[in-house]
């Protein structure tokens, strides 16, 4: 049987590691090299980065940052930020990544998603859908780093990102990030239903027995975080980490129970 993935998310801006809560309150963490050698030591499933920037900026991917990320890391890695041509998809598993992010690109034209699936793959196409609960009810997808409401139910975006060829989809839960306080498992078990295709979660990961919740809900999933993978104690002092064997066992009895 498949196992659940454990999978650190990195954020980077003007070169250096941040962490934020619910896209705000950004905190520098360090340097993503260096995060990058502690989790190849620790032996990560895979690693997932962000140039939050680059959309933002309307700039193209940093491919200097990409292929020094690229040649330190160890382990299967997804970039995501800036990413709107399939021109650059394919240049940036030139340098050695194994899977390309899109969100905002693919949401203002998913046509993008079939052209680029068509040129490197569909498994090395992630569609990332950054999610926000409504006052009213239901969830809308927000692009630009949680700044505009795209005026999309996630869930039927999820059915057309897979009908034109992704190959993964990363469901970011907004108001859930950095909070620590556990995955939105009600739109990610919406969009489990909608589609076939790899999920992972994101927002909200503050403890292993969260992950364990997520996976005994929605069976084999991959499990995204970031402040549960670089905060340590109340006051966030910062020290990276990762779950060891026995605790990665466990989590994988989760599956399975």
């Known amino acids: 049987m498949p196992r659940a993935r454990i999978i650190p ?19 520098y963490v360090g340097d993503p090299i260096n995060a990058v ?19 933002v900026q309307r700039r193209e991917p940093n491919y200097q940052m990409i292929d020094n990320l690229a040649a330190e890391c160890r382990m299967p890695l997804c970039y995501g930020g800036g990413i709107t041509t399939v021109e650059q998809a394919k240049r940036i598993l030139g340098l050695g990544v194994e ?35 409504r006052t009213l009810g239901g969830y809308r997808t927000y692009t630009h780093n949680g700044r505009i409401d795209a005026k999309v139910s996630p869930v039927d975006f999820a059915r057309k990102a897979e009908s034109l060829g992704a190959g993964e989809i990363i469901v970011n839960a907004i108001d859930h990030d950095g909070m620590m306080n556990g995955y939105d498992l009600n739109i990610a078990a919406q969009i489990r239903a ?16 969260h992950m364990q919740e997520a996976v005994r809900r929605l069976g084999t999933i991959g499990l995204g975080a970031g402040s549960f993978f670089v ?21 994988q009895q989760a599956v399975l129970a």
């Open 9 to 27: 998310s990195l954020l980077v801006r003007d070169g250096g590691l941040v962490k934020t809560r619910a896209f705000a309150d950004e905190k």
């Open 37 to 55: 050698r502690i989790f190849n030591e620790k032996e990560a499933d895979e690693l997932v980065v962000t140039d939050i920037d680059a959309t």
């Open 99 to 133: 899977k390309v992010a899109v969100s905002a690109a693919a949401v203002a034209r998913p046509e993008l998603i079939g052209e680029i699936a068509a040129q490197i793959g569909n498994q090395s196409v992630v569609v990332v859908l950054d999610v926000r609960k």
């Open 194 to 209: 909608a589609t076939t295709l790899p999920l992972t979660l994101l927002g909200g990961a503050g403890s292993l027995a």
């Open 231 to 251: 905060f340590k104690g109340q006051y966030r002092a910062v020290l990276i980490s990762y779950p060891g064997t026995s605790e990665r066992n466990a989590l």
